[in-house]
C-alpha cells in the first residue's frame, strides 16, 4: 500500500497541492484508503496519442460520462503513479503504456454524487501516458464503451469539468512527453 510519505512526495511542487497536504494533515494514512474518510486520494490517467492528436477515454458507468482513466488506490499499489497506470491499463484493455508521466500533471479536487456511495469529495492525482492509437481497447465492467477521440472532437457527455480542462490535460501531458522525460 502507499504510504503518506510517498504520496506526499509524489504531488509536492504541483499545482493545487496545498489542498492535499491539508487532507493528509487532517486525516492522515486514512486519506489513501477508500474507506478510510468519504474525502479521499484517487489516482487518474489521461491516455493520448500525440501523433495522432488523439485522447482515449473511458464511458464510465457510474459517471454515466466520458472521461479519463482512474480510481481508489488498492493494497498492492506502491505510488500514486503506479497505481494510475494499473487503472488506465485496466479500464482501458490496452496490452501496455509506452510512457507514463513521471509526475503528476494536474491535481483535481471533485465532488460526488450519491452514485457512489460513501464517497462524496476525490483528491485526485492526474498523470499523463502515451499509447497508439492502434492498441484497440477493450470495455471493462466499469465502462460503456471506451474509445479514441481526436482532441478536436470530444465526445458530447463528457465529464462537465472536463470540457474545459481536458485540452490542457492533453497538451500538459503531449509537452512532458515530447520533453523525454
Request: proline letters at 5%; a negative charge.
Amino acid at each position: 500500500m502507499i504510504d503518506l510519505d510517498t504520496a506526499r512526495a509524489e504531488i509536492t511542487g504541483i499545482v493545487n497541492a496545498e489542498a492535499f497536504a491539508e487532507l493528509f494533515e487532517h486525516s492522515g494514512a486514512s486519506a489513501l484508503v477508500r474507506e478510510g474518510t468519504s474525502e479521499h486520494v484517487t489516482a487518474s490517467c489521461l491516455v493520448i496519442d500525440p501523433a495522432a492528436e488523439a485522447v482515449l477515454l473511458n464511458h464510465h458507468r457510474k459517471a454515466g460520462a466520458w472521461m479519463q482513466f482512474g480510481g481508489h488506490l488498492e493494497p498492492g499499489d506502491v505510488s500514486l503513479r503506479e497505481a494510475a497506470r494499473r487503472e488506465a491499463l485496466e479500464e482501458s484493455g490496452i496490452g501496455s503504456l509506452s510512457w507514463v508521466s513521471p509526475a503528476p500533471i494536474d491535481l483535481d479536487i471533485h465532488e460526488l454524487a450519491g452514485d457512489f456511495g460513501t464517497c462524496r469529495r476525490h483528491f485526485d492525482v492526474i498523470y499523463g501516458a502515451v499509447a497508439e492509437t492502434a492498441d484497440l481497447p477493450r470495455v471493462s465492467e466499469e465502462s460503456i464503451d471506451v474509445a479514441w477521440f481526436p482532441v478536436g472532437r470530444l465526445p458530447e457527455d463528457l465529464m462537465p469539468d472536463l470540457v474545459e480542462r481536458l485540452p490542457q490535460l492533453y497538451r500538459a501531458t503531449a509537452e512532458v512527453f515530447a520533453q523525454g522525460a
